[in-house]
């Protein structure tokens, strides 16, 4: 599985939206320093899909795609 995910750092709640297909769009509540935003954002999507992901492109960017390991 590839979701393709545009990330919004430093928010006031932390969700996952659902745009289409495997588009998403993530709320997180850390600020994009010091890999903090990358790994809140795996710790959601394990919680919301059961499953590991890992960050495959967009490491440093708000445009990110992640595959399930």
């Known amino acids: 599985m590839i ?3 545009k990330v919004y750092p430093n928010s006031k709640k932390q969700e996952i ?9 993530v709320y997180l509540k ?3 320093e010091d890999n903090k935003a990358n790994i809140e ?3 959601l999507l394990r919680k919301e899909f059961n499953k590991e992901f ?5 490491i ?3 445009e990110k795609i992640c595959q399930c390991q």
Do not use: D, P
């Open 3 to 5: 979701l393709n995910i």
């Open 17 to 25: 939206v659902k745009i289409e297909g495997n588009r998403y769009k």
């Open 30 to 32: 850390n600020k994009a």
């Open 41 to 43: 954002l795996l710790k």
């Open 54 to 58: 890992k960050i495959i492109k967009g």
């Open 60 to 62: 440093t960017s708000k």
